[in-house]
């Protein structure tokens, strides 16, 4: 099983994929108003349950890569530590993803808007629907991608 992440503070989606079907996905969601830690040790807990639920192989992890608001690049970016801390404590090998290479794996052009991603993917997993919001969405590209991967992106 693959699982697929779109890492963020506020919401962290998430999708598992196994043998190319679309197993289960959701969004962690923590509360503006509370402190950093409390919203990180929720990521964190969430993600260790969904590795208790499912025998996760490994993960694909969209990697942060611009952001015109530096104080929210940072949130993300802790976000995004303490995911790879978890994977890392739970022995699960992990492999970041930029969105250029999610785009390229799923639709061949870099610069693929995201209904066209998206519109791939319910092609690619012969499905004709992908429930949940956006971030479970994202999510799901970034699993396929990591299916796709190896031979598009030589991961």
Same mark, same amino acid.
């Given at each position: 099983?693959?699982?697929?992440?779109?890492? @963020?503070?506020?919401?962290?989606?998430?999708?598992?994929?196994?043998? @190319?079907?679309? =197993?289960? @996905? *959701?969004?962690?969601?923590?509360?503006?108003?509370?402190?950093?830690? =409390?919203?990180? @040790?929720?990521? #964190? /807990?969430?993600?260790? !349950?969904? %590795? *208790?639920?499912?025998?996760?192989?490994?993960?694909?992890?969209?990697? %942060?890569?611009?952001?015109? /608001?530096? +104080?929210?690049?940072? +949130? =993300? &970016?802790?976000?995004? *530590? $303490?995911?790879?801390?978890?994977?890392?404590?739970?022995?699960? +090998?992990?492999?970041?993803?930029?969105?250029?290479?999610? #785009?390229?794996?799923? $639709?061949?052009?870099?610069?693929? !808007?995201?209904?066209? $991603?998206?519109?791939?993917? +319910?092609?690619?997993?012969?499905?004709?629907?992908?429930?949940?919001?956006?971030?479970?969405?994202? &999510?799901?590209? =970034? &699993?396929?991608?990591?299916?796709?991967?190896?031979?598009?992106?030589?991961?």
């Amino acid at each position: 099983m693959i699982l697929g992440i779109d890492p @963020g503070v506020a919401n962290t989606g998430w999708a598992i994929l196994d043998d @190319g079907r679309f =197993v289960e @996905g *959701g969004v962690i969601v923590t509360k503006v108003g509370e402190g950093a830690g =409390v919203r990180l @040790g929720k990521i #964190k /807990n969430e993600m260790v !349950e969904i %590795l *208790g639920k499912f025998r996760v192989e490994k993960v694909g992890l969209e990697s %942060l890569y611009f952001a015109k /608001n530096t +104080k929210s690049a940072l +949130k =993300v &970016a802790e976000a995004i *530590g $303490v995911i790879k801390l978890v994977m890392e404590e739970a022995g699960v +090998k992990l492999i970041e993803l930029t969105p250029l290479q999610v #785009k390229m794996a799923i $639709v061949g052009y870099g610069r693929a !808007e995201k209904r066209q $991603v998206m519109e791939m993917v +319910k092609v690619l997993l012969k499905t004709d629907k992908i429930e949940g919001p956006s971030h479970v969405g994202d &999510a799901v590209a =970034v &699993a396929l991608t990591l299916e796709l991967g190896s031979g598009v992106l030589g991961l």
